[in-house]
């Protein structure tokens, strides 16, 4: 390396709309991110002229935009994106092929998704002045059958994304746990999969635990809910992380996890917590998280900077042009409805939902310097998304001097110690 490499990233991109000429907001950023060497964004979207056919589950919202918009984070100045997400599969395989495509066009550095689980999990390379940069990303909050699969001797892998499944079990007392027994042996809850484990297509349940259909119970003390990542999952990861570290000066994971703590939204789930420290201790330089479109606290973990979640960067689901027939199904309209009808009756016509959340308006957009593999300036800058305007106008991102974003972040981090001030320029200084 010559000298520090300098990075900006931002969080969820859903990008459903095309910029405005000359947006000044707009500009301002640009200017920011362009004075770094690396550039991230995490892409929300699925990008196509409606190749795709919709999957009978989506994220939340199927999120299909005009192509175009990648020109426009193309504007912001971004180099690097990721593509495992929520809703990397809206659009199933069609779609994830035609996004692929459309970002490949425009020379993104990409990852997280592929033709399969060795494309999906393989590492991205962005070449810098000062260095060279990897990017390894995947989610843990995905549909099954959107995991990307390996290829086999006679066999194609399966297309999708880098996952990382999740392992829970909720822990109970003895008398719970006997309580339990009795309920699944009267509602034979569990026939289907006592029946398939005899007939040999499951194999045999581990005997220190209890499935009561879906959920697994351990008895123990605490009582609580545990997860953890999937072994295999977290080896592969860890794998690529050590080839990376090998192969570039900086190693960057994105992770895409809604998955919480209890029901605290800004609260990262105990396996996100226990990954990030597994990825940085095999030699990443820095995770960044994205997914439950709000903010969540920063931790420096061995000197190397985590952020569990960025929040929103742009936010536009309520934009979208089109939506398959399941999601008029879902909020019982029939097929003389519109958009604007399935987005009313979704919100309840204005009254609840994201929408109506001043935390997912408002964020962060870190810049930070990394030499010699050490973390020496790490500052935060704020940004909102136009929370009191109409829902199809709100969703673009700019600077802000609304101190009270820093200081909610503040709170967030304060658990993991990190210290976090802010200067005169209302900018947060991170302590490093």
Known sequence: MTGPITLTAAGDCFITRRLPEKAPQAAALQRFFMQADVRFANLEVTTHNREGIPSPVSGGTWAMADPGVLDDLSFYGFNMLNGATNHALDYLYGGLHATEEQVKKRDFVYAGTGANLADASAPSYLETPNGRVALIACTSTF?????????????????????????TVHRVSREDMEA???VAQKTDVNADTNLAVKE?????QDDK???????????????????????????????????????????????HSHEMDGEDKAAPADFHKD??????????????SHGPHILRGIELYQGKPVFYSLGNFIFQNDSVTHLPPDFYEKYSLDDKAGIADALDIRSDYGRK??????????????????ENGRLTKLTLHPIELGFHLPRYRKGWPGFTGDQSILEHLQELSAPFGTKITINKNGAGEVQV
């Not at 040999?200 to 045999?204: Q, T």
């Not at 592969?236 to 090998?246: F, S």
């Not at 939902?353 to 990394?370: A, F, K």
């Open 275 to 288: 990954l990030a420290h597994a990825l940085v201790d095999a030699g990443a330089d820095s995770i960044i």
């Open 180 to 182: 339990l027994r009795r």
């Open 143 to 167: 549909f099954d059958f959107w995991a990307a699969g390996d290829q086999g001797r006679d066999m194609a892998g399966r297309p999708g994304v880098n996952p990382v499944r999740v392992q």
């Open 209 to 255: 635990r209890l499935k009561v259909g879906n959920l697994s119970f351990e008895e123990g003390s605490p009582s609580g809910t545990y997860r953890s990542p999937h072994p295999t999952d977290k080896d592969r990861l860890l794998r690529k992380v050590k080839e990376a570290r090998r192969q570039a000066d900086i190693v960057l994971v994105s992770i």
């Open 353 to 370: 939902g994201l929408g109506v959340n001043p935390d997912v308006w408002r964020s962060v957009v870190p810049y930070w310097e990394m």
């Open 200 to 204: 040999g297509f499951l194999p045999p």
